[in-house]
Antibody
Framework: EVKLVESGGGLVQPGGSLKLSCAAS????????MSWVRQTPEKRLEWVAY????????YYPDTVKGRFTISRDNAKNTLYLQMSSLKSEDTAMYYC????????????WGQGTTLTVSS | QIVLTQSPAIMSASPGEKVTMTCSAS?????MHWYQQKSGTSPKRWIY???KLASGVPARFSGSGSGTSYSLTISSMEAEDAATYYC?????????FGAGTKLELK
């Protein structure tokens, strides 16, 4: 059974940093590209980071570029998201998601971890 | 980036009623994906590559479309179908999502 379990969320002050983790199991982690997708309090979904299966390629939208860093440890079957210079608009539920096919759907999602940025 | 506009934002349907919701893209996309989300849970892939049903999705669901216009149809509404449905594209970077259609049971 494919499982993605996020952790590391919490309450952070504006300008602060936090690192999220996503533990993967039930599939060959190193064979899949992964992403982080967030859902705002208004329930909008926004993709925030992508990493290739080997970790050599990463992509971000302009909204988080330079502030967020995605990485992975294939030996530990774990995905990470390092977030810095956090803003109130980063407040969201953060999901890790597996890219499921060539045309870019996300076939498995974790249960999410919540980040709140507030003073 | 490609903007996806879903309509309607909210709709309600009676059991047995046919339901259709749409997703319009600001530029042409090759494929559209759809997710179902119920309150307090993470999104589930529901329809992918425009018309393929994800594992376990009832056959009363279907997807269609091309170019800038896509739709999700339920042939006969059931209570368990009440949820929010999101469309998503990754034909071009960055991948984007629509704002969702909330489907309620009448």
């Amino acid at each position: 059974e494919v499982k993605l379990v996020e952790s590391g969320g919490g309450l952070v002050q504006p300008g602060g940093s936090l690192k999220l983790s996503c533990a993967a199991s039930g599939f060959t982690f190193s064979s899949y590209t992964m992403s982080w997708v967030r859902q705002t309090p208004e329930k909008r979904l926004e993709w925030v980071a992508y990493i290739s299966n080997g970790g050599g390629s990463t992509y971000y939208p302009d909204t988080v570029k330079g502030r967020f860093t995605i990485s992975r440890d294939n030996a530990k079957n774990t995905l990470y998201l390092q977030m810095s210079s956090l803003k109130s608009e980063d407040t969201a539920m953060y999901y890790c998601a597996r890219r499921g096919d060539y045309y870019g759907s996300f076939d498995y999602w974790g249960q999410g971890t919540t980040l709140t940025v507030s003073s | 980036q490609i903007v996806l506009t879903q309509s309607p934002a909210i709709m309600s349907a009676s059991p047995g009623e046919k339901v259709t919701m749409t997703c319009s893209a600001s530029s042409s996309v090759s494929y559209m994906h759809w997710y179902q989300q119920k309150s307090g849970t993470s999104p589930k892939r529901w329809i992918y590559d425009t018309s393929k049903l994800a594992s376990g999705v009832p056959a009363r669901f279907s997807g269609s479309g091309s170019g800038t216009s896509y739709s999700l149809t339920i042939s006969s509404m059931e209570a368990e179908d009440a949820a929010t449905y999101y469309c998503q594209q990754w034909s071009s970077n960055p991948p984007t999502f629509g704002a969702g259609t909330k489907l309620e049971l009448k």
